[in-house]
Structures are given as C-alpha cells and as structure tokens.
C-alpha cells in the first residue's frame, strides 16, 4: 500500500518539527544539563503536528487499555534486564555488587547503620516505584511521538513488521548525536560498536513496543515499557555492577548482552506481530 498524500505531508512536517526542536533541546542539554528537554521535544513536535494538520489528539492512544499489557509492558523490561545482568555476572563481564555504589547509597538516604543488603533492597524498591513514577513526564515526552503519533501513521500504509523497523530505526537515528558527539554512552568502546550495539537494543525495543501498541490500542503501555526499562537499567543494574577492565563491552544498552536478550525476544514477537 503506497501512502496518500495526507500521510506524506503530515509526516513530512512532523520530521520538520522534529528536527526544529531537536535543535532546541540538544542546546538546551547544555544548560540545564537535563536530557528532559530533548525527550518532551519531539513530544512537542507530534502535538503540534496533529493541531496543525487537524488531528484529533485522541488519536495518540490516551486510553488506559487492558491491564493485561501495562502490566506485562512492566515487567518484560524487568525480566530481560534482570536476564542479561545475571548472564554478565556470571560471565565475569562484571561483579555483583558495586560496594563502592552501595556506600554512596548510604549516605544518600542516611542508612549509615543498615546492612549492604538491606540497603540494596531499599534502593531496589525506590527505583521500582518512586524513580519510575518520576521518569514519566521525560518518558511520555518521547512516546507521545514514537508510538503515540509514528506507529499508527505508519501503520496506514505499512504492515507491521515495517512499521516496527521504521518506527524504531527513527528513533534509533534520534539518539544517534548524542552518542557521536559524548553525551550519552560510554568512552571506552569504539562510537561504531556503540551505534552498533544501541541500534539493535533500540530497534529489537521497538518490535516489543509496537506489538504491545497494537495489542492494547494505549500508549500507556509503551510508556510503560520504555520506563521500566529505563530505570533498571540506568539507575539499579548498571550503577549496582562492579565493572572490570572489559565491562563497557557488555554492560546497558551500549554493550552486547542486553541488546542480544531483548533481540530474542523480538525475533519471537514479530511472529505474534505479523499475524495482527
């Protein structure tokens, strides 16, 4: 199915805002030292995209949906984090746990007196609830454009597997600056292996987040998704690891492990996605 002429001057001026306020977020990283303003950026760009091109903003996906999928879109990322951490610790890519990070907790929430294992549990806890709830505003930023706005545009002309791979390649492409120029990442491993490794993270993410789109109708539920991986990766496995000389090569997004893990389970998606 080829795409109308609607769709193509609608996403053609989403891109356009996109790139506007892409600008303004990246500078605007530099002086708040926040990537919130970046993520709410293309949020802003999908809004204004709709009002412009008078589409209902219902259209995005507000509905809450089955609890079925918020909850699994919950707990998948959980899992599959918690999979890929266990295969590098007992790797010996990297060491459970972080002492050195367990004291700095510590301090922070003034458990002096509390043992490394209940204050790990208490951080556990904080990350699982508090931090997730606070990543939403960022989080809702971004996937009111990807999967609220792009996955159903797309979906107009393309079947699913396109509009997986398109959806997540864009967005794959978004992140791609930061990275070439320092800002998200790591300095240890090459940029190519870095763009490599993310790419497929991102793209095999995408998969998993489309399905769940389509199977809910709810943007919620790749909000959801995008949160709760987010927070357990950046704030409690990754921080929680003792990193040896090699770690950069398999630790978060930017190492090989975790993006291998969620490519499994998208290759088994994508089989369940192409008969929606």
Excluded at 97 to 120: C, G, M, P, Q
Excluded at 185 to 194: E, K, L, R, Y
Aim: proline fraction near 4%; hydrophobic fraction near 50%; charge should be positive.
């Amino acid at each position: 199915m080829k795409p109308t002429k609607d769709s193509i001057i609608t996403l053609s001026l989403f891109f356009v805002l996109t790139v506007v306020f892409y600008i303004t977020g990246y500078w605007l990283i530099f002086r708040m030292a926040k990537a919130t303003p970046l993520m709410l950026s293309v949020g802003v760009a999908a809004v204004l995209t709709c009002l412009i091109r008078k589409r209902s903003l219902r259209g995005l996906g507000w509905h809450w949906g089955h609890w079925k999928y918020q909850w699994l879109s919950y707990v998948t990322p959980f899992v599959l984090v918690t999979l890929a951490y266990v295969v590098i610790w007992l790797a010996g890519f990297g060491q459970w746990y972080n002492e050195a990070f367990v004291a700095e907790l510590k301090t922070t929430y003034n458990l002096n007196d509390w043992s490394d294992f209940s204050t790990i549990f208490f951080h556990f806890l904080l990350t699982a609830i508090i931090t997730f709830f606070i990543s939403l505003p960022a989080v809702l930023g971004e996937e009111i454009a990807w999967r609220g706005f792009l996955v159903p545009e797309l979906s107009r002309f393309m079947n699913f597997t396109a509009v997986a791979l398109t959806s997540g390649l864009i967005w794959a492409l978004w992140h791609w600056p930061l990275i070439i120029n320092g800002l998200y990442g790591n300095s240890t491993t090459p940029i190519w292996f870095q763009l490599s490794t993310f790419t497929l993270f991102i793209l095999s993410s995408a998969m998993i987040m489309t399905y769940l789109r389509y199977k809910s109708g709810s943007l919620w539920s790749a909000t959801i998704y995008h949160m709760s991986g987010n927070i357990f990766i950046q704030k409690f496995f990754t921080p929680m690891t003792q990193e040896t000389p090699q770690s950069a090569w398999y630790l978060d997004e930017f190492g090989v492990v975790l993006p291998l893990c969620v490519t499994i389970l998208a290759i088994d998606v994508w089989h369940k996605g192409r008969q929606t």
